[in-house]
């Protein structure tokens, strides 16, 4: 008896739907796979890209050519609007997609706890746009700081803040702090030798607060040798354009960024499912929206158990799970096979860099820092890729522009005019050399 | 006796500008160098940008970057707004910067012989933004194709229309065809092994018409082997959003990119000068602005003589010669010395690609075609960097994205969204497989 091929439909081309994706190509069930982008973004390095340490196509390639020499893998660049439930299609604008399976992988979003106008302040990192964004707006604060002679115009200029004590934020404000750090020491003139300010704020006691307390502690030092100042246990209470408060103190900054919460995407409202707080979907044991057995949801966008009473975290190794369970459960039901039983997170660790040469990595009974923790942090990236090319053209690749780049990713792509860029306070006035 | 140091300002750091500033290093000048960019291109290999063959970090190198080494040399990201010859100063929106010598290296931009309306439909290529928009742009043709099922939209979007048969044309014709062709065969599933239509439009009687005629020749038949269809002879009469009319015939193109004039900058219009009909300012045999032996007009924006009674064409050989110059110039001047005489253009000779392993070489009695004369191009193109960052490690790294990125530089940095990119006429209709 033949079995008709599985139609299986797959929103989000992330690490869990990619996984999906590629864990199903083995099977015979048509695959759908569907992503407003057409990449698949390594999110973990995006604060690399942000400050102009990798180029995106270090971080990124075409959800197209990673998914080349699987057949049974149609890709398709558009946007689900909504989801037909009782219809089992997919809906998207005026077209729609019958599915027999359906996994909802379609991520997450900053989250600005209910202030959603300091998303235009204080915006986050998320997709290439934002590192880009983020990139050029620390290059032109550095550049817009050489020509303008006001101190408290150089003085916001160079001043940059990070909001979020996570591995996002931690990344980030050490990343920041070489970038500034380099760039005063050899090429500018005006502002040579000048020190930037970058603050880390966090609502928290500690931060990595998910990382034991020792390896918190290491990392607060870690950063304050990069220069980074940290504000601990106290939240942010108001963000406006160029400036930031905290309890009673105001800190003008031209470069905000936001590192500190995320929501899942809209996907629940499609789904008009249950959840939580964050917005993200609440899922059986199995991963599947309650009373539908045939539509999973998977990674950021969903609360995950872990199958040992908890939740799963929303990080990268937790969707990548998550995403090859449901391909082989989705194949075992198309074959009559047992099921595979519920979804188990494997918590392999959790890792965060600090600057170029210190990480910490918490693998449960074994903790290490330091330069050692960065070289388990790197082969752990590199392992993590999916096909992204091939792993050891990678490690050359980041290799590469790890010796020999110097940050020369520090392009801004557009052209600076008086009338968008440069609101320069105080500009410099030059003198005539006698001649 | 002491000289005072001499002040000189330049303003543009494309080939001319970059290179005067950098042979200026070595003298005691105080040199100030501006650009609305923060970097400097490497504009011979833009198309490359542009059809995702290679990624913007690796022709590309941010100005600080290159002149980190030279004290004396200072950087400053503005846009100049006009020059006060008398009072020999440059005006900055509200501010000023005096010089004692003032170099304009300004650079061309496009030409649409008095059609300014068609820029918007048939974009040129002369920066990193206009790069990566056609970037984008060529490939959301390909996914928009993907879901199309009219015959008409779908012919439309594979249908690619290049304006202009010198170099930029021919290699941007050449480019996309591979990349299309390449894409059409491994990546799409509906529109796999569909054709796309490359035309490329020139109103010459042949291609690459400052080559010689044989090479035009050869040019032509490399072309038509990747698949580009040529019309020659014949204008382009109108251009509107997605359609071109080149004599009766009204041809239906989603993308359309203009290389077929260029004008100089409006440097013309700050100095009050003299200008052809590119706009390009007409200088004297020192490549001074006529009365005024302080300001020099040198590349792109200026009509230089060759010193041989012609016009130095506008090429990057042609900048760099001059900005070369004019440094020597400046730096004999200040010390008294004897002047190097009128401005003298070495033509070195043309070179143009076809693809990736067909090139020409036009270089006097000696003409190259082939393999060879792509070698040959390889090689020019990295001696010719401006001490981007260094040679050996350029070759190395674009060796390495030629053999492994397989135009893995084919992102789209943006998500696209139902309100903004997908125009789908008629969207596939699926029917469900029986369950």
Redesign the interface.
């Known amino acids: 008896m033949s079995t008709?091929?599985?139609?299986v439909v797959i929103v989000g081309a992330g690490f869990g739907g990619l996984t999906a994706a590629a864990k199903l190509a083995r099977t015979d069930a048509?695959v759908t796979l569907i992503d407003?982008?057409?990449?698949h973004l390594f999110q973990p390095l995006l604060y690399q890209v942000a400050t102009a340490g990798l180029?995106?196509?270090q971080i990124?390639?075409?959800v197209?050519?990673i998914l080349?020499r699987q057949p049974n893998v149609?890709?398709?660049?558009?946007?689900v609007?909504g989801v037909d439930l009782a219809g089992?299609?997919l809906r998207?604008?005026?077209?729609?997609?019958?599915y027999?399976q359906l996994i909802v992988a379609t991520g997450a979003t900053h989250a600005y706890f209910g202030r959603d106008g300091w998303a235009e302040h204080a915006p986050g990192l998320k997709?290439?746009?934002d590192a880009?964004a983020l990139r050029s707006r620390v290059?032109?604060a550095l550049?817009s700081a050489?020509?303008d002679m006001d101190p408290a115009a150089r003085e916001r200029l160079l001043t940059f803040v990070v909001v979020g004590g996570g591995p996002t934020g931690v990344e980030l404000a050490g990343a920041i702090a070489e970038l500034t750090r380099r760039?005063l020491a050899?090429?500018?003139?005006r502002i040579r030798g000048q020190r930037a300010r970058i603050l880390l704020i966090d609502s928290g006691p500690r931060v990595l607060s998910t990382f034991c307390p020792s390896l918190s502690a290491y990392a607060k030092g870690a950063l304050e040798k990069l220069g980074v100042e940290l504000m601990q246990g106290r939240p942010v209470g108001h963000v406006e354009a160029q400036a930031v408060t905290v309890g009673d103190t105001r800190i003008e900054a031209a470069t905000i960024v936001w590192a500190a919460g995320v929501q899942a995407s809209p996907a629940g409202r499609w789904l008009a499912a249950e959840t939580d707080r964050a917005g993200r979907v609440i899922v059986d044991a199995d991963l599947s929206l309650p009373r539908h057995p045939d539509v999973f949801v998977i990674g950021d966008v969903a609360r995950m158990p872990d199958g040992r009473g908890g939740v799963a975290p929303g990080v990268a190794p937790a969707a990548k799970q998550a995403g090859a369970y449901v391909a082989k459960l989705i194949d075992a039901r198309a074959h009559g096979r047992a099921s595979p039983g519920p979804f188990r997170y494997a918590n392999y660790g959790s890792l965060a860099t600090i600057g170029r040469k210190a990480a910490v990595a918490d693998l449960g009974p074994v903790k290490l820092r330091g330069f050692l923790a960065w070289i388990f942090w790197c082969a752990a990236h590199v392992w993590f890729l999916i096909g992204f090319?091939n792993r050891v053209?990678v490690v050359?690749?980041w290799l590469?522009s790890y010796l020999?780049?110097?940050?020369?990713?520090?392009?801004?792509?557009?052209?600076?005019?008086?009338s968008r860029e440069?609101r320069?306070v105080s500009?410099?006035?030059?003198?005539?050399?006698?001649?």
């Not at 020999?404 to 008086?418: C, N, W």
């Open positions: 008709p091929r599985q139609r048509d407003r982008r057409n990449h180029a995106p196509t990124a390639s075409p197209r050519m080349r149609h890709i398709e660049l558009d946007e609007t089992r299609q998207l604008g005026d077209r729609t997609i019958p027999d997709s290439l746009e880009l290059l032109l550049e050489e020509l760039a050899c090429d500018f003139r090319r053209q050359l690749d590469w020999t780049f110097e940050r020369g990713a520090r392009l801004v792509f557009e052209a600076v005019t008086r440069i320069v500009p410099p006035v030059e003198v005539r050399t006698a001649s």
